[in-house]
């Protein structure tokens, strides 16, 4: 009767010790931007001592794809349980995710002004995170990361600003050589990089200052070898994915330069599949940048 009244206790014991190792999820958060004119919803991880500490934590901002939103990397990509996963077993350290949501903005400023995420982003969104939350601000602390559009605003973000971001963690990023914009279909352009760069543009009329200024593989084929090497680059993307071509692309950019960065293609497409079975080592990537050897 002894064993048994133990083993209840024990069952009983097992959900509180669980909520007590949990890291706490806001869904829904807000900041409110004079930039834009308007307030900005973002979602929060925060690791499992976070209410119990007085320490500061690193952080990793991680943008979502297009059509998605600040939810969409706890919806369907569970970061919360892989993070508090990796961090129990010492994959990665504690650290405070950050997920904002961008709309159809591509993280960038538009052609015409009329959007101005990335001033957004950087003059008002940072600052407000790391004032509200026990974070360290300094650069060796902080990175980004994300998914098809977020992985081409993480890219974005680090190659325009290297001293703000240890490392960068693009997976499946939208990366678009010039033949690709050249020749994609007028209605996708319009509907997806047109409010952007400029409705209406076919063939190499596409071409214009606000895309090349906005080009991954352009930025880099401008900045030197020492500047691109500011950011430690993690870039994954799936064999079967539709944008392998830019990230293969990319890859060669950086190699020509000499540029450290960690480079996996595996098995997968352009789903939520890869996404949540990459995040995991990518966070780790990041988590590497965090420590000191």
Known sequence: MKHYLLLFLALCAAPVLYAQNSGKVIEQATVSSAVLGRSVNYSVYLPADYD??????????????????????????????????????????????????????????????????????????????????????????????????????????????????AAAAPLSAAVFSDDEIVNMPDAQWDRMLGP?????????????????????????????????????????CGDDDFLSKGNSLLHIALRSKLVAHEYRVRDGAHNWTYWRTGITDALEFIGDSFRRK
């Open 52 to 165: 119990h500490s007085e320490r500061s934590y690193p952080v990793v901002y991680l943008l979502h794809g297009y059509t998605d939103n600040n939810t969409g990397w706890l919806q369907f990509g569970e970061v919360n349980r892989y993070a508090e996963k990796a961090i129990a077993e010492g994959t990665i350290p504690p650290m405070i995710i950050i997920m904002p949501d961008a709309d159809s903005s591509w993280y960038i400023n538009s052609y015409d002004g009329k959007e101005k995420y990335e001033d957004f982003f950087i003059t008002e969104f940072i600052p407000a995170i790391e004032k509200t939350y026990r974070i360290k601000s300094e650069k060796s602390y902080r990175a980004v990361a994300g998914l098809s559009m977020g992985g081409y605003g993480t890219l974005i973000y680090a190659l325009k600003h290297p001293e703000l971001f």
């Open 196 to 236: 952007l760069f400029g409705r209406g543009l076919k063939g190499k009329a596409r071409l214009n200052k606000a895309v090349a200024d906005n080009s991954i593989l352009a930025i880099v084929e401008k900045k030197s070898g020492a500047e691109l090497n500011k950011v430690r680059y993690w870039i994954d």
